[in-house]
């Protein structure tokens, strides 16, 4: 899956895949995993809906938004047509090496009904994840993406088994750092010059919090 975005109140950051560790799959644990992925979640004030193309016409007006882009290597979506194929792609659920679990689901308002974003998860063999979010800048400030990570953090431990989540993000991404600390995440290090794109070096910090095995 493309790197995703972890995108907060007025700024954007980026998350990095971790090096999966050799711990192995337990049996079946894909096939749970793709069954767990077809469920959606709900909070107060939304439903998380796994993604599907269809969902691009509805994303594509708030993911065109350059803000969103500010602190990552990635630009908006060319168009409508571009998205929907990424989409399909992701609708697999799977890596195309068939190793990793690839989790998207969509953010919809319960009370509006429109899509105002998405939470992005590739989940390993050894039970660690990483995750991402991109929410549409007229839904800053609410809480919201607080509440969608959340409750993805809680499935993830429910369902997926998951026991440790990193996140790396921009240095100069203050409301998504802040974001991270809301849900539990730990700051663990540093990485200087961990990439350049938009004129400028990115500075990389590395979250983590880790999740009771079993739920």
Same mark, same amino acid.
């Given at each position: 899956?493309?790197?995703?975005?972890?995108?907060?109140?007025?700024?954007?950051?980026?998350? &990095?895949?971790?090096?999966? +560790?050799?711990?192995?799959?337990?049996?079946?644990?894909?096939?749970?995993?793709?069954?767990?992925?077809?469920?959606?979640?709900?909070?107060?004030?939304?439903? @998380?809906?796994?993604?599907?193309?269809?969902?691009?016409?509805?994303?594509?007006?708030?993911? !065109?938004?350059?803000?969103?882009?500010?602190?990552?290597? %990635?630009?908006?979506?060319?168009? $409508?047509?571009?998205?929907?194929?990424?989409?399909?792609?992701?609708? !697999?659920?799977?890596?195309?090496?068939?190793?990793?679990?690839?989790? &998207?689901? $969509?953010?919809?308002?319960? =009370?509006?009904?429109?899509?105002?974003?998405?939470?992005?998860?590739?989940?390993?063999?050894?039970? !660690?994840?990483?995750?991402?979010? =991109?929410?549409? !800048?007229?839904?800053?400030? %609410?809480?919201?993406?607080? +509440?969608?990570?959340?409750?993805?953090? %809680? $499935?993830?431990?429910?369902?997926?088994?998951?026991?440790?989540?990193?996140?790396?993000?921009?240095?100069?991404?203050?409301?998504?750092?802040?974001?991270? +600390?809301?849900?539990?995440? =730990?700051?663990?290090?540093?990485?200087?010059?961990?990439?350049?794109?938009?004129?400028?070096?990115?500075?990389?910090?590395?979250? =983590?919090?880790? @999740?009771?095995?079993?739920?």
């Amino acid at each position: 899956m493309d790197e995703p975005r972890l995108c907060g109140a007025g700024d954007g950051g980026r998350l &990095n895949a971790p090096a999966p +560790e050799a711990d192995g799959a337990p049996p079946g644990w894909l096939e749970q995993g793709l069954a767990a992925a077809e469920r959606g979640i709900h909070t107060p004030r939304l439903r @998380l809906e796994p993604l599907h193309a269809g969902h691009a016409a509805e994303l594509w007006p708030v993911l !065109s938004d350059p803000r969103l882009y500010a602190h990552v290597p %990635q630009d908006p979506p060319a168009s $409508v047509e571009w998205l929907a194929r990424r989409y399909a792609l992701l609708e !697999s659920r799977l890596s195309p090496e068939g190793d990793e679990l690839w989790l &998207n689901w $969509v953010l919809r308002q319960r =009370e509006r009904g429109g899509c105002i974003g998405s939470v992005q998860v590739t989940v390993y063999a050894d039970a !660690s994840a990483y995750f991402a979010y =991109e929410l549409g !800048s007229a839904f800053w400030g %609410q809480g919201l993406a607080c +509440e969608a990570c959340a409750a993805v953090l %809680q $499935v993830l431990q429910a369902d997926f088994d998951v026991r440790r989540v990193v996140a790396e993000v921009d240095t100069l991404n203050t409301p998504s750092i802040r974001l991270l +600390e809301r849900l539990g995440f =730990e700051c663990t290090a540093l990485r200087r010059d961990a990439d350049t794109f938009k004129g400028r070096s990115s500075d990389e910090y590395r979250y =983590e919090r880790a @999740l009771d095995a079993g739920g």
